[in-house]
């Protein structure tokens, strides 16, 4: 009898103790994930997303909006936002 209740103490204590660990590990995660969100998300600049590589340039820019410019019609939908652009790209 003793050793059955022997066996059963060191089964719950290796159960607890899993139990215990299984937990830290799930707090561990949630302190790294929120220590994540507060940092900064890493920039390259070689990926970034928005305007292409060819457009940084400010000369290709212009060329760009010139060829954009003269391809809109004057009754077209953005010719207003093209006129609003064209001090930008002078």
Request: glycine fraction near 4%; hydrophobic fraction near 40%.
């Amino acid at each position: 009898m003793k050793t059955l209740i022997g066996i059963l103490i060191v089964l719950a204590v290796i159960f607890l103790g899993w139990r215990v660990y299984d937990y830290w590990v799930g707090v561990d995660t949630e302190r790294e994930a929120r220590e994540q969100a507060r940092r900064p998300p890493t920039v390259v600049p070689e990926r970034l997303e928005g305007l292409p590589s060819q457009l940084e340039n400010p000369l290709a820019a212009k060329r760009v909006f010139s060829e954009v410019k003269k391809r809109t019609p004057l009754e077209s939908p953005v010719y207003p936002r093209i006129k609003e652009l064209e001090k930008t790209y002078e």
